[in-house]
């Protein structure tokens, strides 16, 4: 996926922090969600092919996220109740089916942006 063109992308990661240059300046590394769920949760079966755990490499990850794709927000979806992973959505900058793609994919949207939660993963909510 990452070496490949696509127009959309689905995933648990959340993008960097606009201005945070590495994992240790970038406050959503500090989170609730990336350091409790992403970089901690246990893995199952094949999930250690799919999720990083390792910060840098998910750092790298996320930066590439938010410089190079546009987080159109964060989907309601099965896995938040099961495994507390949360499913963004994102469309690539360099698409040249963005606009659309954007407006078509809103309506899904449970929350924008503007919205992202990082703080709130208790099994309780």
Do not use: C, H
Request: net charge negative.
């Amino acid at each position: 996926m990452w070496s490949r063109s696509a127009d959309v992308y689905i995933g648990a990661e959340p993008p960097a922090t606009p201005g945070a240059t590495d994992s240790e300046s970038d406050p959503r590394m500090n989170s609730r969600y990336v350091s409790k769920i992403l970089l901690k949760r246990p893995l199952r079966l094949i999930e250690s092919r799919i999720y990083l755990q390792d910060p840098q490499l998910l750092f790298r990850r996320m930066r590439v996220l938010r410089d190079d794709w546009e987080l159109v927000g964060e989907l309601d979806w099965p896995g938040w109740e099961a495994w507390r992973l949360k499913s963004f959505v994102y469309v690539s900058r360099s698409s040249p089916y963005r606009e659309i793609i954007r407006e078509k994919i809103k309506p899904l949207v449970e929350s924008g942006p503007d919205q992202l939660d990082l703080e709130d993963v208790d099994q309780n909510n």
